[in-house]
C-alpha cells in the first residue's frame, strides 16, 4: 500500500476584495473554501473544474506559491504552513510545477539550457560541468535533443517549449509536482505526445501528480483518482473508474455529459445545466451548486452538504446521497 | 464535388502574408462549397489556415501584410473578392455574419449591448427605433439572455464570456443572414457554457435553415453537429467528407492521426497514439505533400509531388497519393 505523500486539511484560500482611495477590504473572493484531500505517492490526483472553480489557487496554495489564508498542508507529515523560508528551500526540492503557458513561464532572454539549470544552481547540485551533463540528460529525457540547451524560446514550437517547462521542473527530481493545465494551450496532435511522456516520466520517476484541468478527457486519461471542484470546493472525489462509470454528484454527471463524445452516430443530447457559476465573492446559501443543479431539492437551498464517505473510498457532497 | 445548391463556394482560394521573414502561405488552394441549410465543420490546428480562410470570404484579412492574391469566393455567384467595397458591406451584414472566438475583444466596451446589436438593423434594414427595439428584445431572447428589457441597458463588462458570445450570435443573427461563419465560438468558454451555446447553433440550424460555417481545432465538438467536415493542414484541404465519412472512414493519415490522438474517457489507455513532430512552418512549405515529414505512411513520391483530390465515394475526397 503506498504512503500518503501530501495531505491537505481544510485548507482556504482567499483574496480581499478592496475599494475606495484607502483600499478598504470589503469581501473576499473564496477561491479555495475549505477543501481536504490526500496524495498518494506514485499516484495521479486529477482536479477538475471550470474556470474561477479555484482549481489554480488551490494548486499554488498547496505548494506555497501562495500564503494560504488557513488550514494545513502536510507533506510527509510535516505541516508545510508552518515552514521557514530555509525549510521552503528544501522543500522547492522535493515539490515543483508545470504551468500552463510554457511562453509565459520561460524567460525569453535565458537558453533553454540555462533556464533548466538555474534551479540546480540555486539548489547548488554539482559542479557546473555536472550540470551541463544534468541539463543534457534531462532535455533527452523529455525528448529533446542536447542541441536545445543553446537554443532560445522563441525558437521553439509551444509543443516544445512545454517539453522544457518539464525538464526544468524535473530538475531538482521532485517527488511531487504539480501540473496546473500543462496541455491545454497545445494543439490536439501535440497534446497526445506532452500527455504521454508525462504518464512515462511518471512510471520512470516515480512521481506524485497533482493534474489540474478543465478538460475532463484529458484528466480521465491521466488520473487514478479524480476531483471535481465547484466554486471553491470540492464536490466529488473518486477513482477514475467509478467517477465515470457512476458518477453521484449532478454536476459531476454534467461535466461528463458535456464531454464531446468524437462519434456522430452519437446524437448530441441537449445540456441540462442552465445558468452560470455564481460569484465566488457570495457564494450562494446551502448546496454551492443549488442554483444550477437539476435535481435541487428544498434541503439544498438552506444547508450546505459535507463532503462524505461512500463505499469504494469515494467521497460525495450532496444532499441526495445523505 | 460540383453542386448547385452551393450558396458560397470557394475557389482555389490563397491568401498569403507577406511578412519580414518570408512569405506565409496561410491559405494554399482551398476550395469548397457551403449548402444552404448545412452546418459545415472547417477543422485543423493552429496555423493550418482555417481563419484565414474564413476571414478571406469577407475580406477582413488585415493588408498588410496580408492579402488575398488568387482565387474566387462566390457568393450566390458573384464573387465576393470582385465585388464594390459597398456591396460587400450589404453582404456582410444580411448575407453573411461572422462571429469570433473572443468576445470579449469583439464588443466594444463603451457602447450598451443593446446599441451594438440594434445599430446593424438601423445600418442595414433601416428601421425607426420602436421596431429596433423589439427586434433587439427579441434577438436577445432567443439567445437565451435573462431579463433581456434590462440587460440591453448594460455594458459588455457586465456579463460573463458565455453571455457576451450570446450578444455576439445576436448581432450576427440582427439581420437574418443567410451563412454565418463562426470562428472558435466556443474554444474560449468553459465546459457546461459551451454546451449551451452549442444548443443555441444547433436551434439555429433547425429552425432557421441556416448554413452555418463552424470553425473549430475541436474534432470532439465537430461530431455532434457537422453535416460535413473538412480538414485542413498546412493551409490546404487534406479531406472532406460527411462527418460520417470522417470518423468512420477517415482516409487521410492526418484525419486518421487526429482521431486516434483524441483522449477517450471510457478507458485510460497507457499511451495516447500521437502524431510525430510539429506543426510545419508555412513559409517554404515542402513541394510534395505538406503532412509527409510527419507521415507514417510517406513514400517516396510524396517527396516530389502535390497530392491532388481523389473522390473516394460521393461526397467523400482525399488529397493524398495513398489513393490515386
Redesign the interface.
Known amino acids: 500500500m503506498s504512503q500518503k505523500l501530501v495531505e491537505v486539511e481544510n485548507l482556504k484560500k482567499y483574496y480581499p476584495v478592496t475599494a475606495g482611495l484607502l483600499s478598504r477590504h470589503v469581501a473576499d473572493v473564496k477561491a479555495v473554501d475549505g477543501v481536504s484531500f490526500n496524495i498518494m505517492e506514485r499516484e495521479t490526483l486529477g482536479l477538475v473544474g471550470?474556470?474561477g472553480c479555484g482549481k489554480s489557487s488551490l494548486g499554488r496554495a498547496l505548494l506555497r506559491l501562495e500564503e494560504p489564508t488557513s488550514g494545513r498542508v502536510l507533506y510527509k507529515g510535516s505541516d508545510i504552513t508552518t515552514w521557514n523560508r530555509r525549510q521552503l528551500k528544501e522543500f522547492r526540492k522535493e515539490a515543483q510545477m508545470i504551468f500552463q503557458d510554457p511562453q509565459s513561464s520561460l524567460d525569453p532572454r535565458m537558453t533553454i539550457g540555462d533556464s533548466i539549470g538555474e534551479a540546480l544552481l540555486i539548489h547548488g547540485v554539482g559542479t557546473e560541468k555536472e550540470r551541463l551533463e544534468k541539463v543534457a540528460e534531462l532535455l533527452q529525457r523529455v525528448g529533446l535533443e542536447p542541441e536545445h540547451a543553446a537554443r532560445y524560446p522563441h525558437e521553439l514550437?509551444g509543443?516544445?517549449k512545454q517539453r522544457v517547462g518539464i525538464a526544468r521542473a524535473l530538475a531538482v527530481n521532485p517527488k511531487l509536482v504539480v501540473a496546473d493545465e500543462p496541455v491545454s494551450a497545445l494543439?490536439?496532435?501535440?497534446?497526445?505526445?506532452i500527455?504521454?511522456l508525462i504518464?512515462d516520466l511518471q512510471h520512470e520517476l516515480g512521481l506524485a501528480y497533482l493534474f489540474i484541468a478543465?478538460?475532463?478527457?484529458?484528466i480521465?486519461?491521466?488520473?487514478d483518482r479524480i476531483a471535481v471542484m465547484y466554486l471553491g470546493q470540492i464536490v466529488e472525489l473518486a477513482a477514475?473508474?467509478e467517477l465515470?462509470h457512476h458518477p453521484l454528484h449532478p454536476y459531476t454527471e454534467?461535466?461528463?455529459s458535456?464531454?464531446?463524445?468524437?462519434?456522430?452516430?452519437?446524437?448530441?443530447k441537449?445540456?441540462s445545466?442552465?445558468g452560470?457559476?455564481p460569484s465566488p465573492v457570495e457564494p450562494p446559501p446551502g448546496c454551492r451548486f443549488h442554483t444550477r443543479c437539476p435535481r435541487v431539492m428544498e434541503l439544498c437551498r438552506q444547508e450546505p452538504p459535507v463532503l462524505r464517505s461512500r463505499e469504494g473510498g469515494r467521497l460525495v457532497s450532496c444532499h441526495r446521497y445523505g | 464535388m460540383k453542386n448547385n445548391h452551393n450558396i458560397l463556394e470557394i475557389k482555389h482560394l490563397k491568401t498569403y502574408f507577406f511578412t519580414r521573414s518570408g512569405v506565409v502561405k496561410a491559405v494554399d488552394g482551398v476550395s469548397f462549397g457551403l449548402r444552404k441549410g448545412e452546418s459545415l465543420c472547417l477543422v485543423g490546428e493552429s496555423g493550418c489556415g482555417k481563419t484565414a480562410t474564413a476571414l478571406s470570404v469577407l475580406r477582413l484579412i488585415d493588408s498588410p501584410p496580408g492579402r488575398i492574391i488568387d482565387g474566387e469566393i462566390l457568393y450566390h455567384d458573384e464573387d465576393l473578392l470582385r465585388c464594390s467595397g459597398k456591396r460587400l458591406r450589404q453582404i456582410r451584414g444580411y448575407g453573411i455574419a461572422m462571429i469570433f472566438q473572443d468576445p470579449q475583444s469583439s464588443l466594444n466596451p463603451v457602447f450598451t449591448v443593446g446599441d451594438q446589436i440594434a445599430e446593424q438593423i438601423r445600418l442595414h434594414l433601416g428601421l425607426k427605433r420602436g421596431p429596433t427595439v423589439e427586434r433587439t428584445l427579441h434577438l436577445m431572447e432567443q439567445v437565451g439572455i435573462p431579463r433581456a428589457r434590462e440587460r440591453m441597458k448594460d455594458y459588455p463588462h457586465q456579463f460573463s464570456g458565455g453571455m457576451r458570445q450570446r450578444i455576439m450570435i445576436a448581432a450576427a443573427l440582427s439581420c437574418g443572414p443567410e451563412v454565418l461563419i463562426a470562428d472558435e465560438p466556443t474554444t474560449a468558454l468553459d465546459t457546461t457554457i459551451k454546451e449551451q451555446i452549442l444548443d443555441i447553433f444547433q436551434d439555429l440550424k433547425q429552425q432557421r435553415e441556416m448554413s452555418i460555417l463552424f470553425i473549430t481545432h475541436d474534432l470532439g465538438t465537430v461530431a455532434g453537429i457537422a453535416d460535413r467536415i473538412v480538414v485542413m493542414y498546412g493551409g490546404r484541404i487534406a479531406e472532406v467528407g460527411t462527418a460520417f465519412d470522417i470518423f468512420d472512414q477517415p482516409k487521410h493519415p492526418y484525419t486518421h492521426g487526429l482521431i486516434k490522438c483524441l483522449p477517450d474517457i471510457s478507458a485510460r489507455s497507457d499511451r495516447l497514439t500521437p502524431i510525430p513532430g510539429m506543426i510545419p512552418s508555412l513559409i517554404d512549405p515542402p513541394e510534395g505533400c505538406i503532412f509527409s515529414p510527419r507521415c507514417e505512411r510517406s513514400m517516396p513520391v510524396c517527396n516530389r509531388k502535390r497530392p491532388e483530390e481523389v473522390v473516394i465515394s460521393g461526397e467523400h475526397s482525399v488529397a493524398c497519393h495513398l489513393y490515386s
Open positions: 471550470e474556470s514550437s509543443g516544445q494543439d490536439v496532435s501535440v497534446q497526445a505526445q500527455l504521454n504518464m478543465h478538460d475532463l478527457a484529458v480521465g486519461h491521466v488520473s477514475r473508474k465515470f454534467a461535466l461528463l458535456a464531454v464531446p463524445v468524437p462519434d456522430p452516430h452519437q446524437k448530441r441537449k445540456t445545466l442552465p452560470e457559476v
